[in-house]
């Protein structure tokens, strides 16, 4: 059915690779009934509290992510990877060509491999419960942590106005209780630690508490238990932070690398209206004076904070019919400049909805979140606020699906030393 165009479409270059990537993530992607066979070797979707589908939630396992390009001169892990959002409607299907896995993008087949499903997959961390509800592998190499999908701005109806942690989870939880025992944590995790290679490793959970130090006390007690190996280059504490510097030395002595302290809303005006309890219980600048002070602890290049792309153009109505593509992409440049001007590394997850947050559905625009994502990528990496030596703004190339920094960032690097190497050419 496909003949020769099947390779032809994998030499794809970055540039192809990021605005595909972006359709994907915005069309979501329907999967041929072949796939709905648990047991392939393939690592299934087990994060369902994030809603990553499109209308309603898959009803068979399928594949969670397909690796979309590895680029030449790279290690194993480092790739393009896509989540599969499942959307029945979408015009890109996943489906198989000769035994082989192939993405029809908008009508031309794109071969794709599957990620393999990790060995601790198959472990248990006690009779009856799996390692992998405590922990899974996100993309190729990055270890995922959520110890509670409970927060506790819900108990205020403080909750972002984005947010549906809480009644989507209560749909599909692989784990029975929300939060998870710290020592129930340990031991699941450092069986993955042990059982495979991975690289990578970061914390993210809704609020224990309303200051919010408890979420510190649990983060600093498990990662201060486990055994993790030489191959985990770096391990993330993503949290909203109590308003006290020392809450940060303490996760760095605990052994974290980095920190990821959400801001989400770059307008001032806009922002207690979006995310009333960031906005009560730390506020807009509390947050800019922890990233400040985390900085001094951490590093620059060590320090990140996620933005919501496709709600900063509400300007403060949580009502998603507001949303304007061309202003969405101009306000998300000006907070990227904000936060790189402060050695802060900016994230921008793409908004998304499983029917069940105050905002409701956006319809994004591709042509400017793949102009917002270029450009940020230049920016990003212009900046110089990361380490040369890195080909993605967080974690691995291959870590994060859902989202296109890592993409944008690594296509900036090498169009970067692409022309100076022309140049070098030229001038001789
Ligand atoms: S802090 Fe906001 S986004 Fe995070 S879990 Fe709580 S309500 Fe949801």
């Known amino acids: 059915m496909f003949g020769a165009s099947v390779t032809a479409v994998g030499r794809a270059d970055t540039r192809q690779v990021l605005a595909a990537k972006v359709r994907l993530l915005v069309d979501g992607i329907s999967i041929d009934e072949s796939f709905y066979v648990p047991a392939q070797g393939y690592k299934g979707r087990v994060e369902a509290i994030y809603g990553h589908h499109i209308g309603a939630p898959p009803t068979q396992v399928i594949p969670q992510e397909l690796i979309l390009h590895r680029p030449g001169g790279l290690g194993p892990t480092e790739a393009h990877v896509v989540q599969v959002r499942f959307n ?59 110890p509670s999908n409970y927060c506790a701005l819900f108990s205020t109806k403080e909750e972002c106005s984005f947010c549906e942690i809480i009644p989507h989870y209560s749909l599909a939880r692989e784990f029975k209780r929300s939060i998870k025992p710290d020592d ?11 059982t495979d290679p991975l690289e ?70 806009h922002y207690e209206a979006m995310v009333p309890g960031k906005a009560h219980w730390l506020g807009r600048e509390g947050f800019l004076r922890m990233l400040d002070a985390s900085i001094g602890v951490f590093g620059s290049g060590e320090v990140y904070s996620n933005l919501v792309y496709g709600i900063q153009s509400l300007c403060g109505v949580p009502d998603g019919s507001r949303f304007n593509g061309r202003d969405e992409t101009d306000m998300c440049l000006t907070a990227t400049d904000g936060l790189l001007a402060r050695g802060v590394v900016p994230l921008f997850t793409v908004y998304h909805t499983a029917g069940h947050s105050k905002i409701g559905k956006v319809e994004l625009d591709p042509a400017e979140l793949t102009r917002f994502a270029e450009e940020y990528g230049s920016r990003v990496f212009h900046s110089k606020v990361i380490r040369d030596d890195r080909n993605a703004a967080i974690f691995g190339l291959g870590s994060i699906a859902n989202h296109f920094y890592n993409d944008a960032y690594y296509m900036a690097k090498t169009s970067n030393a692409a022309s100076a190497a022309k140049t070098t050419e030229a001038g001789r």
């Not at 979408?90 to 009508?107: A, K, R, Y």
């Not at 303490?250 to 801001?263: N, Q, Y």
């Open 184 to 194: 129930i944590q340990i031991k699941a995790i450092n069986q993955a630690l042990a």
């Open 88 to 146: 029945a409607d979408s015009p890109h299907l996943l489906s198989w060509h000769d035994g082989s896995p192939v993405l029809i993008v908008d009508g031309t087949p794109w071969p794709v491999e599957l990620i393999p499903a990790p060995n601790f997959y198959d472990l248990e961390v006690e009779p009856g419960t799996n390692v992998r509800s405590i922990t899974q592998l996100l993309g190729t190499s990055l270890l995922g942590v959520v």
């Open 200 to 269: 990578y490793m970061v914390f993210t959970t809704g609020n224990y508490d309303l200051p919010n130090m408890l979420t510190v006390d649990h983060y600093v007690n498990v990662r201060s238990k486990l055994k993790v190996p030489d191959t985990v280059r770096r391990s993330y504490a993503c949290l909203m932070p109590p308003d006290d510097v020392n809450a940060l030395h303490r996760l760095k002595e605990a052994g974290f690398t980095s920190v990821i302290l959400d801001i989400e809303i770059w307008n001032p005006d």
